[in-house]
């Protein structure tokens, strides 16, 4: 059985930073797409950013409004995956839902969910 456990939500100060970690079991995953979705009250749920491995290397992708401020990396050994958000703003604020799956280009479709991480950021 799969599973996703996100660690790390919190509430932080404009300016500061939080780093989410996704832990992955039930299955090998190094082939999948690994990333990370938000939804905001009252809004969509939207692509964050997502990491592939492949065997020329890893390659990242990032939503236009955290590149620059977000970084995603995994550890195929671990089957792990961790957002490091710097400079957070208020807008941000959502709730942070890691999930695997098929990479889709600059975006990819999650086929796993975890049950996602409250990230608030205050003004």
């Known amino acids: 059985q799969v599973q996703l456990v996100e660690s790390g939500g919190g509430l932080v100060q404009a300016g500061g930073s939080l780093k989410l970690s996704c832990a992955a079991s039930?299955?090998?995953?190094?082939?999948?797409?690994m990333g990370w979705f938000r939804q905001a009250p009252g809004k969509e749920h939207k692509f964050v950013a997502a990491?592939?491995?492949?065997?020329?290397?890893?390659?990242?992708y990032y939503e236009d409004s955290v590149k620059g401020r977000f970084t995603i990396s995994r550890d195929n050994a671990k089957n792990t995956v961790d957002l490091q958000m710097n400079s957070l703003k208020p807008e941000d604020t959502a709730v942070y839902y890691c999930a695997v799956g098929r990479s889709l280009g600059a975006t990819m479709r999650g086929d796993y969910w975890g049950q996602g991480t409250q990230v608030t950021v205050s003004s």
């Open positions: 990491i592939t491995f492949t065997w020329s290397g890893s390659r990242t």
């Open positions: 039930g299955r090998t995953f190094s082939n999948y797409a």
